[in-house]
């Protein structure tokens, strides 16, 4: 089916540990987004991607690296994964600047 | 850098009444502003937005936004709400013209009750 899919949807990890998150769209959409969402912060940018191979930081890159070898995935790491980092991810793809941005249902992550 | 403000973190309100969901932002350039809405262990999905134009923006199920620059609001409003309408609400600004990158308020959980 057409649409943005995130992988895991649930990952429990440790503290110092690399956490990969996988996001999947079938759009082509050149614009892809993670977010993070903390009670009483809503959402947060972590890295956004206008395209393949261009990747910029958000509000909150610090502890995350991305990638974006091919248009259709935006993988996020934790390279070391810290207890602040727990949270839910989301990811988002957009065809147009200041276009709609359609959601993944996001990945919970727990670090303990 | 734009900013986003949702003043009321949670909304209780009946089924069948009127409902204001507040939304300001600060931006002295032209902006974009959505609302997006987020039901339980989903993501976000565009409720309405306003890029030009009209001022008042209407979505497929009932709600409305009025952009006013001169008080920098994007207030949401419904007449009428029904219990699916329970949900969290999300205003984001983005700068006119300026790429994609949205700055989202801290949302505001409508809850509807019978």
């Known amino acids: 089916d057409a649409g943005i899919t995130q992988s895991p949807r649930y990952k429990i990890t440790e503290t110092g540990r690399q956490v990969t998150l996988m996001c999947h769209q079938t759009?082509?959409?050149?614009?892809m987004f993670w977010y993070r969402q903390d009670l009483g912060h809503g959402l947060r940018l972590i890295y956004y991607?206008?395209?393949?191979?261009?990747?910029d930081k958000g509000e909150v890159p610090d502890g995350y690296v991305v990638s974006r070898s091919k248009t259709e995935n935006f993988p996020l790491t934790l390279e070391s994964a810290t207890r602040s980092q727990t949270s839910v991810y989301f990811c988002?793809?957009?065809?147009?600047?200041?276009?709609?941005?359609?959601f993944g249902e996001g990945s919970r992550l727990t670090v303990l | 850098a734009q900013s986003v403000t949702q003043l009321d973190s949670q909304v209780p309100v009946f089924e069948e009444a009127p409902v204001e969901l507040r939304c300001n932002y600060s931006?002295?350039?032209?902006?974009?502003l959505f609302w997006y809405v987020q039901y339980p262990n989903q993501g976000l999905q565009l409720l309405l937005k306003?890029?030009?134009?009209?001022?008042l923006v209407e979505s497929i199920n009932g709600f409305e936004a009025e952009f006013n620059k001169s008080q920098t609001s994007f207030h949401l409003r419904k007449p009428s709400v029904h219990i699916s309408d329970t949900a969290e609400y999300f205003c984001?600004?983005?700068?006119?013209?300026?790429?994609?990158?949205?700055?989202f308020g801290t949302g505001t959980q409508l809850k509807v009750e019978l």
């Open positions: 759009w082509s959409h050149s614009y």
């Open positions: 931006s002295s350039v032209s902006v974009y």
């Open positions: 988002a793809s957009s065809e147009v600047p200041a276009g709609e941005l359609f």
């Open positions: 991607s206008a395209a393949a191979d261009i990747t």
């Open positions: 306003y890029l030009s134009g009209s001022t």
């Open positions: 984001a600004v983005s700068v006119g013209g300026g790429g994609n990158k949205l700055t």
